[in-house]
């Protein structure tokens, strides 16, 4: 398997502008999660979904932040308009119902936002 | 607020050392813990999970969980350069399915 794909790895962009990360999930996994790393806040959950439903959406920012999940192959998290504090490595993880006996995430390689 | 504490270190030790990363949380309705290791620039991976109290031994890890001190840790025994990196510890409360993560404890272990 591929395991979690994320992209873009990198992203460089002015503040202001419309950001787009995307995932797509190791196929199987029902449950797909958004996560933010920063040095001062450690590693965030942002939302979560089961089955394409958003369930937990308490750790989005603020209205800034969106996330969909259109079908069981992909994600997106975006944010608009972007400012520097949003700078951090964005992980997208997916785990599949067992994973609620080992607690077992498999993360995507991260994506990298830095915002002027 | 459910929280994750642990030491962020660095905690550096010599190669062949037992290195000993600690971890508490605050919820005591907790039932799941975990280590993640992550290499520098790279993504969070699980090397031990734990749900009872004692220890759990995987080759040179075991993974030791006091839940009347509400207290868990990670011993790498004969640590290894290849070692170096933050260890994660994530914590899953009672009667939710997602773990809490803490900040991580940077490990260096030099030769």
């Known amino acids: 398997d591929a395991g979690v794909i994320q992209s873009p790895r990198h992203e460089v962009t002015e503040m202001g502008q419309e950001v787009t990360l995307r995932c797509k999930p190791i196929?199987?996994?029902?449950?797909l999660f958004w996560y933010r790393q920063t040095m001062m806040r450690g590693l965030e959950l942002l939302i979560y979904?089961?089955?394409?439903?958003?369930?937990?959406d308490s750790g989005m920012p603020e209205d800034r932040f969106s996330a969909k999940m259109p079908n069981a192959s992909f994600s997106t998290l975006k944010i608009q308009p972007s400012e520097p504090r949003d700078s951090a490595v964005y992980f997208c993880?997916?785990?599949?119902?067992?994973?609620?006996?080992?607690?077992?995430?498999?993360f995507g390689e991260g994506s990298r936002l830095t915002v002027l | 607020q459910k929280e994750v504490e642990q030491n962020s270190g660095p905690l550096s030790v010599p190669e062949g050392a037992i290195a000993s990363l600690n971890c508490t949380y605050s919820?005591?309705?907790?039932?799941?813990f975990f280590w993640y290791r992550q290499y520098s620039g790279k993504s969070p991976e699980l090397i031990m999970f734990?749900?009872?109290?004692g220890d759990k031994e995987d080759g040179r890890f075991t993974a030791q969980l006091n839940k009347a001190s509400q207290y868990v840790s990670l011993l790498i025994r004969d640590s290894q350069p290849s070692d170096s990196a933050t260890y994660l510890c994530?914590?899953?409360?009672?009667?939710?399915?997602?773990?809490?993560f803490g900040r991580g404890t940077s490990l260096i272990v030099h030769p």
């Open positions: 993880a997916s785990s599949p119902r067992g994973g609620a006996v080992t607690g077992e995430l498999f």
């Open positions: 196929s199987g996994h029902d449950y």
């Open positions: 979904f089961n089955n394409n439903v958003p369930i937990d």
């Open positions: 919820d005591r309705g907790s039932q799941s």
């Open positions: 734990i749900y009872s109290n």
């Open positions: 994530a914590v899953r409360p009672g009667g939710s399915y997602i773990p809490t």
